[in-house]
């Protein structure tokens, strides 16, 4: 194998280990705000109306 072929496969291996890094990190992210939802009593509209309004969706 050549160098080049280890290093794309070296990438590969990293893009992976980085998307599942960054899929646990957004799970216990979540975990994290429910936990605190819950314990101060916050609605689902509370919680909405504090966000940004989010992605606008063009009209045609």
């Known amino acids: 194998?050549?160098?080049?072929?280890e290093l794309i496969k070296q990438?590969?291996?990293l893009d992976k280990a980085i998307r599942?890094?960054?899929?646990?990190?957004?799970k216990?992210?979540?975990?994290t705000v429910k936990q605190?939802?819950?314990?101060h009593g916050f609605t689902y509209s509370q919680v909405?109306?504090?966000?940004?309004?989010?992605?606008?969706r063009?009209?045609?």
């Open 11 to 13: 990438r590969e291996e």
């Open 1 to 5: 194998m050549s160098k080049a072929e």
């Open 28 to 31: 216990a992210d979540l975990a």
């Open 48 to 56: 909405k109306s504090a966000l940004g309004k989010g992605r606008q």
């Open 20 to 26: 599942e890094a960054v899929r646990e990190e957004r």
């Open 36 to 39: 605190l939802c819950r314990k």
């Open 58 to 60: 063009r009209t045609r």
